[in-house]
């Protein structure tokens, strides 16, 4: 039933060996980049790449899950429903929201119970998740809550630095478009990005961070080994590995910010061969030297 236009996670690499560190930092090596190719244009994913506002999204997603499914009268307990939902949650994560609203009605439907229109399990949980983040965006709204305090460390230098080195930058993000907006601004990172801002949408066909990737290509005239691309999801990597560009993972630990590689993101990302791992952008300066000072 789902009419799939973001392709699901595919393993593409399988054993990862020789990795260097470069040295002093946090800065994983997993493919060499040549030292001539110099990317002037830069795509960011937003939730865990740059923002940390929505930190805990799964906790609402998967309990709302497990009281659908649970509805249907399976004989299946809430953990085994959790279990299953936390999968294939986790699974689609980088994708639209919309996607594991699709997935979700398939399992209803498997269990034998009419799924209502996966919008509108989608709109219920943005209801949850926006209940639970309202006071973050509060407290940035009334300087309670200081910017840096909901972003990825050091997100805002990487910005301002790629800033100064003349980057053009992207942010591309699953996540409403309205929402990703709002929060940017709340974050005081917007203007990095001028108008460039781009998230999902209600017609999700419309929208994928591949097609935000080909736009940019073509409209500026690029080859791929000009892109480099952040982010903490398979998606983003994914797409930007393909374009031919340099693909930065995040593997960013959300929840502690504890300045190491959370090793299930980074484990997933090196499977679509992601080029370089970082566990945020403590290092940002060793990484635009590697990348623009060699
Ligand atoms: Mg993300």
Redesign the pocket.
């Known amino acids: 039933m789902t009419e799939n236009i973001e392709s699901d996670y595919a393993r593409r690499v399988t054993a990862v060996t020789n990795t260097r560190f470069l040295p002093g930092t946090s800065i994983e090596i997993i493919h060499d980049w040549p030292a001539n190719a110099k990317p002037t244009h830069a795509i960011f994913?937003?939730?865990?790449?740059i923002s940390l506002v929505r930190e805990g999204w799964p906790q609402i997603m998967v309990p709302m899950m497990v009281e659908i499914l649970q509805e249907t009268g399976t004989s299946e307990t809430a953990e085994e429903l959790s279990t299953i939902a936390m999968t294939f949650v986790m699974e689609l994560c980088?994708k639209q929201t919309i996607y594991q609203m699709l997935r979700l009605a398939e399992e209803v439907e498997k269990r034998g119970k009419k799924a209502e229109d996966p919008l509108v399990y989608k709109r219920r949980y943005l209801d949850g998740l926006l209940a639970r983040i309202k006071s973050r965006r509060e407290g940035l709204a009334n300087g309670s809550i200081r910017p840096n305090d909901l972003l990825v460390p050091y997100a805002r230098p990487l910005l301002e630095e790629l800033h100064k080195r003349g980057v053009q930058m992207f942010l591309a993000?699953?996540t409403e478009v309205e929402d990703v907006r709002e929060e940017a601004r709340l974050l005081k990172v917007d203007h990095f990005f001028g108008k460039h801002i781009y998230g999902a949408v209600e017609d999700f066909k419309s929208f994928s961070k591949q097609m935000v990737i080909e736009q940019i290509l073509r409209d500026n005239q690029l080859s791929g080994t000009e892109l480099i691309g952040f982010?903490?999801?398979y998606v983003e990597i994914d797409n930007v590995k393909q374009a031919g560009g340099l693909a930065i993972a995040v593997a960013s630990d959300e929840t502690d910010r504890s300045g190491k590689p959370d090793t299930w993101k980074r484990d997933r990302l090196l499977g679509v061969g992601a080029d370089v791992v970082v566990p945020d952008f403590q290092d940002y300066k060793a990484l635009c030297e590697w990348i623009y000072d060699r």
């Open positions: 994913d937003f939730d865990g790449t980088g993000s699953g982010g903490d999801g």
